[in-house]
C-alpha cells in the first residue's frame, strides 16, 4: 500500500484507574457494530497496553480519509463521546498517519 491509497488513524485513550473496562463497554455499545460494517475501513485493531493498565489504544487503517469524518458523523457518535468522557483521564490523543508500507491488507 503507499501513501496515495490510503491512511490511517491513531487513538489513545487514558482511562481513570480502573475504568478501561468501562470504556470499552461504551465502545462495544456504539462503535462495534459499525466498525465491522465500515466498508472504508480496511483493517481495525482496538488493544489495551500492556504497560499501562488504563490505556487503551485504537488503531484505523482505511481507504481514505473519509473514514474518520464518517466515524464522527454517525447519530450515535455524540452520546459516545459524552458516556467515555466521563470515564477518561482526560482528552484523547488523535493522530492521522500515512501508511508508507503495510503487510497484509490489499491495496
Not at 485504537?58 to 466521563?86: C, I, N, R, S
Request: hydrophobic fraction near 40%; proline fraction near 5%; include cysteine.
Amino acid at each position: 500500500m503507499t501513501s496515495s491509497t490510503g491512511t490511517a488513524f491513531y487513538i489513545k485513550h487514558k482511562a481513570l484507574p480502573g475504568k478501561r473496562d468501562a470504556v470499552r463497554a461504551v465502545w462495544e455499545k456504539y462503535a462495534r457494530g459499525y466498525v465491522e460494517d465500515a466498508g472504508a475501513q480496511l483493517a481495525y485493531f482496538y488493544c489495551y497496553d500492556d504497560n499501562d493498565p488504563d490505556t487503551i489504544i485504537a488503531f484505523q487503517l482505511g481507504a481514505d480519509q473519509t473514514m474518520v469524518q464518517d466515524f464522527v458523523k454517525q447519530p450515535w457518535f455524540q452520546d459516545y463521546q459524552t458516556e467515555t468522557a466521563a470515564l477518561l483521564a482526560g482528552p484523547s490523543e488523535f493522530s492521522t498517519l500515512t501508511p508508507i508500507w503495510v503487510k497484509g491488507v490489499a491495496s
